[in-house]
């Protein structure tokens, strides 16, 4: 048995979609006499939660204080503690990682450092063996079942992605009804074509926010709606049946003092619970993303209650893919749906951990881009293992397609099935 050691870890600073610099790393593996290499891009996030892993940034005069000089150092401090080391298995090398930071939240060496260099060394790993990556993380989530992921495409972006006035972060369409995935992206790719044409026949702009939506100057998030029924009908599609509609509210963007700004006057928890009250009878939504502030535990309780058997209730800055508060959430019947974002933890296996902990309890996860992207395609990998939907915004825009043209390879290369057709037969219940 040769097990792959590493050999040398280099971090360079690059940049990413909102011209901000982040952390890539090289790693390089030798497996027999033969050097292998890979990379990473870390992402970055704007509406992040409270407790997520720290991203490391310099603080300095250089790009306005968000250098990650610091964080490139880090990686030469990492390789001198793992050099030579075998490292085949994620969770040693991640453990080590974890224990060379010393910190909670990765606050010493930077979650961005880190996270960078967990998963490039395993994808050179992976290389090494030969395997894609998708199938490489099968050795971790002991699942051997690969299917397309059924993506949730953000169209129409607000809140702290847009300079509009919709308070609502993103406005999602959903693919269901399509029997292979390529005909999921074509339709959704004639969807966002035709909301092009309908904002511009409003005499709306179509200048788009930071995950490549549209962000027409309007503030109701019914009217983001209507706007999206109407281009799915434009388009030749059935609303509620090949499409649904899903939302990131991000409400934690607009808690203060104790309430909900909604269309700039603060409104009690229950006041915004009969704004989705009302969309959910209006639209076919299939999902709402944080529904309230990450930390009121109780307004997620009541809603999960209301309607956990009807829409799926994400958490993603209340969890901030990180198992104590995913541990909450079962215990207090908060969601049924967990975002999943590797630089909110900062490592691969803790996300690995984090999906399977989720999966488990009957908990469904969604893959996700950060509003900062790059060219990297990572995450579509990680998508058709364990976890099958993707959140990697419009389909427009390369750092948005890179990850839906990785998922076109697969299917194309790999041939696996649409995941929407099993959805469809086992969990949605249509009224
Ligand atoms: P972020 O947004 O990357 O800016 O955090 C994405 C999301 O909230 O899901
Ligand atoms: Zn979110």
């Known amino acids: 048995m040769f097990r792959p050691i590493l050999k040398d870890l280099k971090a360079i600073w690059v940049l990413d979609s909102r011209s901000n610099p982040t952390v890539e790393v090289f790693a390089y593996v030798q497996r027999k006499e033969d050097i292998f290499v890979d990379s990473f891009i870390v992402p970055s996030g704007a509406s992040t939660g409270e407790f997520e892993a720290l991203e490391l940034r310099d603080n300095e005069k250089d790009f306005h204080g968000k250098g990650v000089n610091k964080a490139i150092k880090n990686v030469s401090f990492i390789l001198d503690h793992l050099y030579n080391n075998y490292v085949d298995n994620i969770f040693e090398v991640d453990k080590k990682l974890i224990e060379l930071d010393g910190s909670s939240n990765k606050s010493n060496l930077g979650a961005n450092a880190i996270l960078g260099v967990s998963v490039a060394i395993a994808k050179a790993v992976a290389k090494s063996y030969d395997i894609p990556f998708f199938k490489y993380l099968s050795f971790w989530t002991n699942s051997y079942e690969y299917y397309l992921p059924i993506p949730m495409m953000n169209i129409i972006n607000g809140g702290v992605h847009a300079d509009n006035d919709l308070d609502f972060q993103e406005f999602m369409i959903v693919p269901l009804g399509f029997e292979d995935f390529s005909n999921a992206i074509k339709a959704s790719s004639e969807v966002y074509n035709s909301l092009k044409k309908i904002l511009k026949d409003n005499n709306l702009s179509v200048s788009v926010g930071d995950e490549g939506g549209f962000a027409p ?165 990680l998508a058709t293992n364990n976890s099958y939907f993707i959140k990697t915004g419009a389909p427009a825009r390369s750092e948005r397609n890179s990850k839906y043209n990785e998922l076109l390879r697969i299917y194309n290369f790999y041939n696996l099935n649409y995941y929407a057709t099993s959805y469809k037969s086992n969990y949605l219940i249509t009224s």
């Open 217 to 381: 100057k309007i503030d109701s998030p019914f009217k983001a709606c209507e706007f999206i029924i109407a281009a799915i009908e434009k388009s030749g599609y059935k609303v509620g049946k090949d499409f649904y509609i899903s939302l990131d509210v991000a409400a934690s963007s607009f808690f203060k003092d104790n309430k909900y700004i909604y269309l700039k006057n603060p409104i009690t928890h229950k006041e915004l619970i009969n704004v989705y009250e009302k969309l959910i009878s209006s639209y076919p939504i299939f999902s709402i993303e944080d529904p309230f502030d990450e930390n009121d535990w109780e307004s997620w309780k009541e809603f999960t209650n209301k309607y956990k058997d009807k829409i799926l209730i994400v958490g993603d800055d209340i969890f901030v893919t990180n198992i104590e508060r995913i541990e909450k959430g079962i215990n207090n019947n908060v969601a049924n749906a967990v975002l999943i974002k590797l630089n909110q933890i900062g490592t691969l296996s803790e996300t690995i951990k984090a999906i399977s902990l989720a999966n488990k309890n009957g908990y469904k996860t969604i893959i996700s881009h950060r509003s900062g992207e790059t060219e990297d395609n990572t995450i579509s990998h």
